[in-house]
């Protein structure tokens, strides 16, 4: 669907942020039909999105070429977060089987992770490549609470964190304290990996904001831990880094556009709670959105710092 659509726009809270969009952008609606739509990735070489529809169990595709969508992947295992790794393939979460997964050229799926420290993981939400091959992922327990995004169980660790997996397979744990880590990135030097936390679903003075994790020289330890922004509406979820170092984020209304400093300079307003976003096209300069029923993008003039 073309031309603006009822409920979006841009809206500008600080001159930067003009900038980052042309006046005559506007928002487009490619598909709507799922029920609760999450973790984009954009796959350069076949220009078309994946993404996932978690109560659904199943990941859709959207396809540049012809502007249809097809079923990628069902039953998906309740997947949630997807990401491309720097070989071009498919990395996933899945609540179902509360695991990390990589979907090899041939098709066929490589577990990554299941487990740390021979007890089951929650249910890993969303996930990250760095330029290493390291593989970082959250995992709260949404995919256990109840039947609806996963299985209802007990949890076997000890609470909600973010991991490693290092290219020889080891998995580490991310020494930093969270409440329901969620959406993960890197910045554009891979110095500071900033992680939502949306602990404030299950407690009503939880966090629900974004923290920067600065790491070691080998970027494998955290150093230092610091709040970089407050969500105004709503909660953060997924969200993807600019090649200026800016962070885009969903939020209950949109998207918000942070500065490096952590000063918020605009919003994607979308007429619907946005669980997560990322960069793409041939120039990575059009930002789909997934919305909670449908998909959206729009062209920017930012440039996603990655693949995927």
């Known amino acids: 669907m073309f031309g603006e659509i009822e409920g979006t726009g841009f809206v500008t809270l600080h001159p930067d942020f003009n900038a980052c969009f042309v006046g005559h952008a506007r928002v487009e609606r490619l598909w709507t039909g799922a029920r609760w739509s999450e973790g984009p990735a954009w796959f350069a070489a076949g220009r078309y999105l994946v993404w996932s529809d978690i109560p659904e169990n199943r990941m859709l595709r959207w396809d540049e070429t012809s502007n249809t969508v097809s079923v990628f992947r069902q ?23 509360r695991r990390i997964t990589r979907t090899e050229v041939d098709g066929s799926i490589t577990v990554l992770a299941d487990s740390f420290d021979g007890r089951r993981l929650n249910s890993p939400n969303d996930v990250v490549v760095k330029s290493d091959g390291s593989v970082w992922f959250s995992d709260p327990d949404y995919g256990i609470l109840t039947d609806y995004e996963g299985v209802m169980a007990d949890p076997e660790q000890d609470g909600c964190h973010v991991y490693r997996i290092g290219v020889d ?4 744990r991310v020494n930093a304290p969270f409440s329901k880590p969620n959406g993960l990135a890197f910045s554009v030097d891979e110095k500071t990996l900033y992680v939502s936390d949306t602990g404030i679903t299950h407690a009503p003075d939880g966090p629900k904001h974004i ?33 200026q170092d800016r962070v ?12 490096p400093d952590g000063v918020l300079l605009g919003k994607v307003l979308i007429p619907e709670a946005v669980a997560n976003l990322t960069f793409g096209g041939s120039k990575r300069n059009r930002l789909f959105i997934c919305g909670t029923t449908s998909l959206y993008s729009v062209y920017v003039t930012a440039i996603g710092a990655a693949v995927g």
């Open 169 to 172: 397979g080891h998995i580490t």
């Open 211 to 243: 923290r920067a994790l600065t790491l070691d020289a080998s970027g494998e330890t955290v150093t230092d831990d610091a709040v970089f922004a407050e969500c105004t509406a709503g909660l953060f979820d997924g969200f993807r880094v600019d090649t």
């Open 248 to 259: 885009w984020v969903s939020a209950g209304d949109g998207v918000h556009c942070y500065s």
């Open 75 to 97: 039953p998906s295992d309740n997947s949630n977060g997807n990401t491309v790794d720097p070989q071009g393939r498919l990395v996933s979460c899945e609540h179902l089987t």
